[in-house]
């Protein structure tokens, strides 16, 4: 699949893009990383032009996470989780930290496999409002692919290599990072109810 999507990338461009990560962030098996990475790396090579390039990828994505928000939000976690085939443990997984983490699960969710494509269905079965949900899941949308399009952009040619280092290490900076913002907003709002 991997090769048949590299050729539509170089074939047809960002169109390519946008579809591959709406699909991906949906919940179809598509290596979202790795397309915008080869997107990154062939803007670099003047193949994609950068900004369409970064406009493609973030908006196919924002399209999917909003797509996965409406889908829960209409039929239901428990519904959505007989038809998508991820595994039980991956639900239970995303449910459990959507629980513990909350709003800021949307915003990292994104760097952690298997858990992205289901914290926008689980948010949309909870009582979390729209605006709520655009304002966390939109911007983590805009950090992830243009965290992975910068790569393959700067890493050039050691694309490759970059990716396979920073794609085995990217569910634990994930969970450093929620861990960082989460003690930071506990500590913000304990000033702020003892200075009330």
């Known amino acids: 699949m991997e090769e048949r999507l590299l050729h539509w990338l170089a074939r047809d461009g960002t169109i390519v893009l946008f579809f591959a990560q709406m699909l991906g962030i949906f919940g179809l098996p598509i290596p979202d990383e790795f397309l915008m990475t080869v997107a990154g790396t062939l803007a670099r090579n003047g193949h994609l ?6 406009l493609a990828a973030v908006s196919g994505c924002i399209a999917g996470i909003t797509l996965s928000y409406w889908l829960g939000r209409t039929v239901g976690f428990a519904a959505v989780h007989r038809f998508i085939h991820l595994s039980d443990s991956a639900f239970v997984r995303a449910q ?3 629980l513990r983490f909350g709003c ?3 915003m ?3 760097f952690i496999p ?6 926008a269905i689980a948010a949309g079965s909870t009582p979390l409002g729209f605006r709520t949900f655009a304002t966390y899941a939109y911007p983590g949308a805009v950090l ?6 910068f790569l393959g952009y ?4 050691r694309w490759r290599s970059v990716f396979d280092l920073l794609r085995r290490r990217l569910p634990l900076i994930a969970v450093v990072v929620i861990a960082v913002v989460a003690a930071a907003a ?4 304990s000033r702020k109810n003892t200075s009330a």
């Open 104 to 106: 800021w699960l949307l």
């Open 96 to 98: 459990r930290w959507f």
């Open 114 to 119: 298997g858990v992205r494509h289901v914290t």
């Open 49 to 54: 032009h950068l900004w369409s390039t970064l």
């Open 186 to 189: 506990l500590f913000i709002t």
């Open 144 to 149: 992830w692919s243009f965290g992975f399009v």
């Open 154 to 157: 700067f890493a050039g040619e």
């Open 108 to 110: 990292f969710g994104y």
